[in-house]
């Protein structure tokens, strides 16, 4: 078209109709996000990093606890992956990434176990669960909801565990003349109930 508004093409106007001089395609591209792509590396290494100190919890636990040591984090994911599995629409992505998950954590239980009894590592200690606490609470991610849910267990613990006594003093409730005609010794019977 020129300035006169007319088709050198057709010499038609251009109100008339219109010329399309290319064609579009459709495609797909998968373009990776980077920023996604380092929050699930991030995911990632720290699922790594929770699975390594479960591990050695549980082999802590597995030797020094009182009670008969169950392995509860391994019933507990393989509980969750046959919940799954009964639901009518599985999910196969999640069934699959427990299922990692599981194994994950079963080789590393294996092979902490292997080596300590070869004396290739040594036995976890006491003061060693606080340095492990304190791991999980630096985990990138989900290390503050660590620190929140464990400080929430102790101090439910001990909200719910405080010891508390109230003293009954006798001499301060009901009127006094009915204490006075009981007789039988005056107040020395209070007195034995104070501690």
């Given at each position: ?21 290319f ?12 920023d ?11 699922q790594?990093?929770?699975?390594r ?20 984090i ?42 300590l ?25 989900v290390?503050e909801?660590?620190k ?11 909200i ?6 109230q ?12 204490r ?10 209070i ?5």
């Open positions: 078209m020129g300035l006169s508004l007319i088709c050198k093409r057709c010499g038609c106007s251009w109100s008339t109709h219109l010329h399309i001089t064609t579009q395609e459709e495609f797909e591209k998968n373009v990776i996000d980077e996604i792509a380092q929050t699930v590396k991030t995911y990632k290494e720290t790594a990093n929770i699975d100190i479960l591990a050695k919890f549980a082999s802590f636990l597995k030797k020094n606890a009182i009670l008969a040591y169950n392995d509860t391994e019933d507990y994911l393989k509980l969750n992956i046959r919940n799954e599995q009964q639901q009518l629409l599985p999910n196969t992505g999640l069934i699959e990434t427990m299922n990692a998950q599981l194994q994950q954590y079963q080789e590393q239980k294996r092979i902490l176990d292997k080596r009894e070869k004396g290739e590592e040594q036995e976890i200690q006491p003061n060693e669960i606080i340095l492990l606490q304190k791991d999980l609470e630096n985990l990138p991610l290390g909801t660590f929140t849910l464990f400080y929430a267990t102790v101090n439910g613990k001990e719910n565990h405080a010891y508390s006594e003293y009954f003093d006798p001499s301060n409730h009901g009127p006094q003349k009915q006075k005609k009981s007789g039988g010794g005056g107040k020395s019977w007195k034995a109930l104070k501690f």
